[in-house]
């Protein structure tokens, strides 16, 4: 465990149904995101959530909307969504080196294995 | 925009032998951040090693070490003495240099396509 929980490890969803997938850390960290994996294309960032305001929204579906109701707590709920949103939703969370060498690594959590039908 | 590049979606070594992954980006700025993830069956991505654009040196971990040549804005991994425990996808990624203002600041990084690295016996 890298300190990131995602729940629920796997979803399976129709097309007309609402869910939630929820990201939590306590690390102390500042900064969440949600990254799309899906087969044989690269990470997608959907969303970043700096002290709790969204701040960067990477032209995704509004099917997709993000929540953050602090800095330890993040979610994306899921409404109406398509076969091809089937994908493995990764959620990160992140906070400035204390060195102050400018790096800003991302912590993942394991994912949420998303199957729509 | 920043794209990174890996044109290897698989590689296979023995155990114990040495294995060189490729990665390039293209990126008009002059300080970065460059990292290889490992992800594997578990889902949990993991940071191998990064490197700061700033800095001549390559950056080393153990076992794993990178080649970074700026100028060809090449970045690749090498894994040495291959344990069974590294099959994985690994993952290229650029970082801009972050800036912090009052506090608030975030990177956002962006992944190459990445390579599965299969570990025989």
């Known amino acids: 465990e890298t300190g990131v929980t995602q729940t629920p490890r796997h979803l399976v969803m129709g097309m007309t149904n609402k869910k939630s997938l929820k990201c939590e850390q306590h690390?102390?960290?500042?900064?969440m995101y949600w990254y799309k994996q899906s087969a044989k294309k690269p990470l997608e960032l959907m969303f970043v959530?700096?002290?709790?305001?969204?701040?960067e929204n990477n032209s995704v579906p509004s099917r997709f909307s993000p929540e953050c109701p602090n800095s330890s707590h993040l979610f994306l709920h899921l409404h109406t969504l398509q076969p091809e949103d089937s994908a493995l939703y990764l959620c990160?969370?992140?906070?400035?080196?204390?060195?102050?060498?400018?790096?800003?690594?991302?912590?993942f959590g394991a994912g949420s294995r998303l199957t729509v039908l | 925009a920043q794209t990174v590049t890996q044109s290897q979606p698989e590689m296979s070594v023995q155990e114990a032998e040495t294995v060189t992954l490729s990665c390039t980006y293209d990126t008009s700025e002059s300080d970065y951040y460059l990292f290889w993830y490992k992800q594997p069956p578990s889902r949990q991505m993991i940071l191998v090693i990064r490197q700061e654009a700033y800095k001549q040196q390559n950056a080393t971990e153990n076992r794993f070490s990178v080649n970074f040549q700026k100028a060809a804005k090449s970045f690749s991994l090498k894994i040495s003495d291959s344990q069974l425990g590294d099959a994985a996808m690994y993952f290229c990624?650029?970082?801009?240099?972050?800036?912090?203002?009052?506090?608030?600041?975030?990177?956002?990084?962006?992944f190459g396509q990445g390579t599965i690295l299969t570990v025989h016996p």
């Open positions: 690390l102390g960290h500042n900064a």
């Open positions: 990160a969370s992140s906070h400035p080196d204390s060195s102050g060498s400018g790096a800003n690594v991302l912590t």
């Open positions: 959530y700096n002290f709790k305001e969204q701040t």
């Open positions: 990624a650029y970082s801009p240099f972050l800036s912090s203002a009052g506090g608030t600041s975030y990177g956002k990084l962006t």
